[in-house]
């Protein structure tokens, strides 16, 4: 067993107890994309509210995330644990007794403030607890995660599709009543850059003034996007905070970890956006085959899983940025596959692209922190802050706008073809996104069609639904590319090298 930054052995209850609070936050985030399309059908909602509902379930990550870690060494990490949990049975209720859009909004937006809060306090706290061990133990943690992700799917899957979605919701009070009362009596350390010595402005100035610009951008902006401001006063905010931050920390910020912050947009795109919208893309597929969509989701989950118990290993054979690397090929040629395959070859496309996302989150926060560990929790959480907004924002909501543009100009060129009028009959709603104006199909007119232009709707639906992902492979591309650039930059510096804290603040380096 290693030691923790001052010496002693960890407290692996703690480790457990942050364990299941990442289980928890997964319970979350399936529940929630399981039931999107029943809350689709209930509610009358459009693919692009339904990405908005699963994108707000994703961005608040980034407030609470970068707030607490700005403070967490002050008020402490149980004083957070508690706010989260707090929040995770605040949002449940709200979610269970919703009666429309916003109160679906609110529930996730909370939900979303909980989770943040948990990585706030987790991830650093893994850290400081393994400081030469950073992939292997913040990747253990991490398959918490996909676990969760794993026994909620599996619990909401066989409670069955007749089963009211409110009892499903209602599952993640059980993780959540589990973390609280594990994490109750338990002491959390020190941060790893506290216990050396490394002063705050220090931390502050590992991010800098461009680190504060893109994760202060992305936050505004959204939030701006909720609240209706216009895009001069979103400018204005940004460039206010931003020069505030860079005036007091004299710091542009580390150049390597603004470059990691820029990856780490289409690294969560990959992902947890994917993932949010898996099980509302291969519905059509998978009810042919006679299964539910959400075994795709948790199957993929259930590899990531099983593997992220091995990345402290792999990620020595192969380097972090070269971990990052292969799977980003391989999530690429998986999400391509699963973008046109059909009956038995959905399980092999599903497995390429579990293998690629294996790995992704905490090679990507273990090798920040391995960097960066000046950074305390601003940097490492930033980093994860910034991945969930990019999910939620770009992600989420991307899938579902492509899929409405898609589906609009599917049946108009049906109707100039058949000289129809289904186009003009059954999408009629303008609504206006991130993205752009669309046009939606309205869910309530096309149930009461004739059954042949519900099935002409349906079967152009379903095949939108699929080529959304054949977009997406765009992301993992750009990923590939940006570390293989990083490994050639690290040969060029004589190889990887993870930087660790002495209690005289000086910086050692261990190489890989």
Partial sequence: MSTTANGTAPDMKLFYACFISLVTTAFGFILRA??????????????????????VGLWPFAISIVLFSLVIDKIGYKTAMIFAVICHLTSAVLTIFASG???????????????GTVEAVANPVVATMFPKQKIKWLSILHAG????????????????????????IALILIPTITYALMMISRKFPL?????????????????????????????????????????????????????????????????LFIVLLLIMIPLATTELGTDSWITDLMTPEMN?????????????????????????PISHKFSSPGLLAICSGVAAVGLY???????????????????????????????????????GALTLNITGGLGMIAAGVIGAGIL??????????????????????????????????LFGNYKALDQTKLSSADP????????????????????????????????????????SKGGYKAVLLTKETEPASTPY
């Avoid at 809350?39 to 994108?55: R, V």
Wanted: glycine share 10%.
């Fill in 34 to 55: 399981l039931i999107l399309p029943q809350w689709g059908h209930d509610f009358n909602l459009t693919q692009t509210q339904l990405g908005e509902i699963a994108g």
């Fill in 101 to 115: 859009y916003w109160m679906l909004y609110i529930g996730s937006f909370i939900c979303a403030l909980g989770n």
């Fill in 145 to 168: 995660w996909a676990g969760g992700l794993v026994l909620g799917g599996i619990m909401a899957l066989l409670l069955g599709v007749d089963t009211r979605w409110e009892y499903k």
């Fill in 191 to 255: 941060n790893e850059r506290v216990q050396a010595g490394v002063s705050y402005k220090e931390m502050l100035q590992e991010v800098g003034a461009g680190g504060a610009l893109i994760i202060v951008a992305l936050i505004i902006f959204q939030l701006g996007a909720v609240f209706g401001w216009s895009t001069t006063a979103n400018v204005a905010i940004t460039l206010i905070i931003t020069a505030g931050f860079g005036y007091y920390t004299r710091s542009f910020g580390q150049p």
């Fill in 288 to 312: 042919k085959i006679g299964f539910q969509a959400g075994w795709v989701l948790v199957y993929t989950s259930a590899i990531m899983f099983g593997l992220r118990f091995f990345a402290g």
């Fill in 337 to 375: 596959m699963m973008s046109f395959s059909s009956g038995s070859m959905i399980l092999l496309a599903a497995t390429v692209y579990g293998l690629g996302k294996s790995f992704f989150w905490p090679a990507m926060l273990g090798m920040v922190s391995e960097r960066f560990p000046k950074g």
């Fill in 400 to 433: 579902g706008f492509i899929q409405d543009k898609s589906v609009d100009q599917k049946v108009s060129a049906y109707d100039a073809q058949n000289n129809t009028a289904i186009h003009s009959t059954y999408i009629t709603e303008q609504k206006t996104s």
């Fill in 452 to 491: 042949q232009q519900q099935l002409t709707v349906t079967t152009i639906r379903d095949a939108a639904k699929k080529e959304a992902l054949r977009y997406i492979v765009a992301f993992p591309l750009i990923m590939l590319v940006s570390f293989i650039l990083l490994i050639l930059y690290f040969r």
